[in-house]
């Protein structure tokens, strides 16, 4: 397969977001993972952490793996990052249909996406599944499905733990940590 795209706030980057990538990439013959933090999700509330420092957080989270890498579309475009406007990009960057990984909740409310059926008729999805939920197959979406290791961790419950002084050591990398810390990110939101 070579290469997938794994999208998100990365508000931040958690050890959960690490090892569900490095699944992928063991289960589903990727060999290279692209962190594509988005400028500002349709779904989720506008980031705590400013575009630069998640890219930051990313850059530090990342750096020991060979396999992971950082693709900036979404935050250089300064939006809101539908999929689709990146899988444009992305399809003329690499030279092949983009390759997304998402979550079983994703998957199932894919058709709320921006241009859903577009979308589906220029990329695939590599959708991780977290446990042992029923699937429901779509016909009209080129997926693959991948169980990975459940990870009980979300970075809003380490926001909260950051906010209220409370440890967040193992949730995510130490250098990620040392970077929150001494820049003030979450401390107050």
Same mark, same amino acid.
């Given at each position: 397969?070579?290469?997938?795209?794994?999208?998100?706030?990365?508000?931040?980057?958690?050890?959960?977001?690490?090892?569900?990538?490095?699944?992928?990439?063991?289960?589903?013959?990727?060999?290279?993972?692209?962190?594509?933090?988005?400028?500002?999700?349709?779904?989720?509330?506008?980031?705590?952490?400013?575009?630069?420092?998640?890219?930051?957080?990313?850059?530090?989270?990342?750096?020991?793996?060979?396999?992971?890498?950082? =693709?900036?579309? +979404?935050?250089? *475009?300064?939006?809101? &990052?539908?999929? #689709?406007?990146?899988?444009?990009?992305?399809? @003329?960057?690499?030279?092949?249909?983009?390759?997304?990984?998402?979550?079983?909740?994703?998957?199932?409310?894919?058709?709320?996406?921006?241009?859903?059926?577009?979308?589906?008729?220029?990329?695939?999805?590599?959708?991780?599944?977290?446990?042992?939920?029923?699937?429901?197959?779509?016909?009209?979406?080129?997926?693959?499905?991948?169980?990975?290791?459940?990870?009980?961790?979300?970075?809003? =419950?380490?926001? +909260?733990?950051? *906010?209220?002084?409370? &440890?967040?050591? #193992?949730?995510?990398?130490?250098?990620?940590? @040392?970077?929150?810390?001494?820049?003030?990110?979450?401390?107050?939101?």
């Amino acid at each position: 397969m070579g290469i997938a795209f794994f999208g998100g706030s990365f508000d931040p980057i958690h050890i959960g977001h690490i090892l569900v990538a490095r699944d992928v990439c063991e289960l589903c013959d990727v060999d290279k993972i692209y962190f594509m933090p988005a400028f500002i999700s349709p779904f989720k509330p506008k980031p705590i952490a400013s575009p630069k420092q998640r890219f930051e957080m990313l850059k530090l989270a990342l750096e020991d793996e060979p396999w992971a890498f950082i =693709e900036d579309i +979404e935050l250089k *475009k300064e939006e809101i &990052s539908y999929t #689709y406007k990146s899988a444009l990009i992305l399809k @003329e960057k690499y030279q092949q249909p983009p390759t997304f990984i998402i979550g079983y909740d994703a998957y199932l409310t894919l058709d709320k996406w921006y241009r859903y059926e577009d979308l589906v008729k220029i990329a695939n999805f590599i959708v991780v599944k977290r446990g042992k939920e029923d699937i429901f197959i779509n016909n009209d979406i080129d997926a693959i499905f991948c169980n990975t290791r459940t990870i009980d961790i979300s970075s809003t =419950e380490i926001r +909260e733990r950051i *906010k209220h002084g409370k &440890s967040v050591k #193992y949730m995510i990398p130490d250098k990620v940590l @040392e970077f929150i810390l001494k820049e003030g990110i979450y401390a107050k939101s």
